[in-house]
């Protein structure tokens, strides 16, 4: 997969789970280069903001999406990475 199209698929799933991608376009890029070094690295494309184990079972958590994400987007506004982001509100 190249950068582009993994921008599309991160961007529809964000949209679809009611948060969006970070609306820093710099951020954006690196962590799809993090996510696609990994995935030819490793075979998965890990969060680039975690380390990986070799433990399967225990990286399996940590292939983005990652486990923790939605968590982290409710407590912090962004999840670890910042790839994803929760939505700006629009109230007056």
């Known amino acids: 997969m190249d950068a582009e199209k993994l921008r ?8 679809s789970q009611g948060f969006e991608l ?16 990994n995935e030819a690295k490793f075979g998965y494309r890990y969060c680039p903001c975690r380390a990986v184990t070799g433990d399967k079972e ?12 939605k968590d982290e987007i409710k407590s912090m506004g962004h999840c670890r ?5 929760a939505k700006k509100s629009s109230a007056f």
């Open 8 to 15: 599309q698929v991160s961007k529809r799933y964000a949209e």
């Open 81 to 85: 990475c910042a790839l994803f982001v």
């Open 58 to 69: 225990q990286d399996r958590k940590i292939i983005c999406p990652c486990i923790y994400h």
């Open 22 to 37: 970070n609306p820093d376009e710099k951020t954006v890029n690196l962590i799809i280069q993090g996510l696609l070094h």
